[in-house]
C-alpha cells in the first residue's frame, strides 16, 4: 500500500503479538522489525531494526497487565519512532489501562486515565485507534484525535448465529445499572428484550440483594459487559438470573478480558454455560476455559488503519 508516497508500517510491542501480526496479514504487510527488552535492572529497552523515516508507523499494544510495563513499552516505542523521524505514529490499544480511573471517586483521588492520555499525548503519538473505552467521555482526556472502535458488532453477530429465527427466546441482561445502555444497544441489534439487574445491600453486613427488572423465566439469557475483570458481577449475576429469575441458560459476552484475581475460578464454578470474549487482551494458555470463546478484533482494526492512512472516515466502519 502506498497510495499518497508514505509507506504503512506496523509495529508491536510485546503485550498482544498475535493481534499485530493477523493486522499485518489483513492489509497485506509484514510485522515490522523491532525488538522490545528489558536491560538487567529491569528497564525496558526498544530497539527498532529497520527506518522509519517518512512512514506512517502504527504501534500496536494494549496495556493490559503487567499495566505498567506494557504502557512503559508503548511509550518508549513512540519516543523512539518520533526520535526516528516517522511521519505519523498511531497508537493502537486494543484495550486502554487505568481507564476505570475516569473521574474523583472520592476526596484526593486521581484521575489516573487523564494522565494515560497525557503521557501517551506527549511522547509523540499523532492519534489514538482504540476499542471499547470503559468511558466514551476517555476520548476528551487527549489532545490528539481519537478514533474509538466497538466490539458489540462482533459479539453481536456471533449471537445472531447462533440465535437464529429464536429471538423471544433469549433475553439480553445488564449485570449492573451501568451496562443498561450497552445491554439496551446490544439487545436492538439482535432484536431480544432486556432485563436488568439492580443490586442493592439493605444495610451494613447485609449482603446484596439482586432484583431483576425484566422478565427472564425460561429464557435462555445473554449478559453483556464491556470488560470481565474479576467476575464477580457477571458470575453473581449469572446466578440471579437462574435462581431468582428461572433462566434456563446463561452466556456471556464481553470486549476486553482483564481476568484477573480469582476470575477463573468464578467463571469455571459459575451457571455459564459460554463466554464470548473478543482478543483485545491476549489470554494465556494456561487460563483459557473450555468455556471461552474468542472472536478476532483484526480486521475491524485493519480495516480503521486502512481508513486512516487514506484519510478516510472510520466512524463508517461497518462490520
Not at 435462581?243 to 468464578?266: D, F, M, N
Request: aromatic residues 6%; contains cysteine; hydrophobic residues 45%.
Amino acid at each position: 500500500m502506498n497510495f499518497h508516497g508514505k509507506d504503512i508500517k506496523i509495529f508491536t510491542c510485546n503485550s498482544n503479538r498475535p493481534v499485530a501480526q493477523q493486522i499485518a496479514a489483513c492489509l497485506g504487510i509484514p510485522v515490522g522489525k523491532s525488538e522490545v527488552t528489558c536491560f538487567s535492572d529491569g528497564e525496558i529497552a526498544v530497539s527498532l531494526h529497520e527506518s522509519v523515516r517518512g512512514s506512517e508507523c502504527f504501534i500496536v499494544q494494549s496495556t493490559c497487565a503487567p499495566v505498567n510495563d506494557n504502557l512503559m513499552e508503548l511509550l518508549i516505542m513512540i519516543d523512539a519512532m518520533k526520535r526516528a523521524s516517522a511521519a505519523s505514529i498511531t497508537a493502537v490499544i486494543p484495550y486502554l489501562g487505568y481507564a476505570r480511573q475516569d473521574r474523583k471517586a472520592k476526596a484526593r483521588d486521581p484521575i489516573s486515565a487523564k494522565l494515560v492520555a497525557d503521557l501517551i499525548t506527549t511522547a509523540g503519538a499523532d492519534r489514538v485507534l482504540t476499542m471499547d473505552l470503559h468511558a466514551a467521555q476517555i476520548q476528551g482526556f487527549f489532545n490528539i484525535p481519537v478514533d474509538h472502535l466497538v466490539g458489540a458488532p462482533i459479539l453481536a453477530s456471533y449471537f445472531k448465529k447462533k440465535i437464529g429465527e429464536d429471538t423471544e427466546d433469549y433475553v439480553v441482561v445488564s449485570p449492573d445499572l451501568g451496562s443498561v445502555t450497552r445491554a439496551r444497544n446490544f439487545a436492538t441489534r439482535l432484536g431480544c428484550p432486556i432485563a436488568i439487574i439492580d443490586k442493592r445491600r439493605q444495610r451494613a453486613n447485609v449482603s446484596e440483594v439482586m432484583n431483576i427488572i425484566g422478565e427472564v423465566k425460561g429464557k435462555k439469557v445473554i449478559l453483556v459487559d464491556d470488560m470481565i475483570d474479576t467476575a464477580g458481577t457477571l458470575c453473581n449475576a449469572a446466578q440471579a438470573v437462574v435462581e431468582r429469575g428461572g433462566a434456563t441458560e446463561v452466556y456471556a459476552g464481553a470486549t476486553h478480558a482483564v481476568l484477573s484475581g480469582p476470575a477463573i475460578e468464578r467463571i469455571k464454578n459459575s451457571v455459564i454455560k459460554e463466554v464470548i470474549l473478543l482478543d483485545t487482551i491476549n489470554i494465556p494458555e494456561d487460563k483459557y476455559l473450555d468455556k471461552f470463546t474468542t472472536l478476532p478484533v483484526a480486521p475491524v482494526f485493519a480495516e480503521a488503519i486502512e481508513r486512516i492512512y487514506e484519510d478516510k472516515p472510520v466512524s463508517s466502519i461497518s462490520i
